[in-house]
């Protein structure tokens, strides 16, 4: 039988071990663009040991819950921020790291206009959007090398709410 992972809800502090949330929380740190705009600056922590930042787009397909969490990966190069170009909320599963492989995992439901900033190394769970589209901006490390860990479970998780 699988270890059942509840969901919780996307946090700045549940996720700070992690990595940054993106969103609009609290006052704009400086209004722009003729007074129309408010701007909340410098919302994550970019970080690429070698190579450059790049913005790609993902089309992942929908999942369901309960869902069954069998892997996790990481990028040990760079940190990878998910920006929705959709206002449906999306699941972050993140672990922390144990000696060099994934502790015991957590999830989060975003809410619309949350985003994701996974830090360098941070063990998380592949794009996983609950509704259509499943459109996404990425910002991550373009460059040489191989930037992917992966890690299989020996026994999968299942993650509802």
Known sequence: MSETIRIAPLTADAFAP????????????????????????????????????????????????????EM????????????????EPFLVVVAPDVNGQPGPPRAFLTTAGQGVNYHRGTWHGVLTPLHAPGLFAVVDRIGAGDNLEEFWFDRPYLIDV
Do not use: W
């Not at 129309?36 to 790609?56: E, K, N, Q, W």
């Not at 996790?72 to 206002?87: C, I, K, N, T, Y």
């Open 72 to 87: 996790v990966e990481r990028h040990p190069d760079g940190s990878q921020a998910f920006l929705p170009m959709s206002h």
């Open 18 to 69: 992690f990595g940054d949330v993106l969103d609009v929380s609290g006052a704009p740190d400086k209004i722009i663009n003729q007074g129309l705009c408010g701007r909340y600056h410098d919302r994550a922590v970019l970080d690429f040991g070698t190579g450059r930042a790049g913005i790609s787009l993902f089309d992942a397909e929908p999942r369901r819950l309960p869902l069954t969490l």
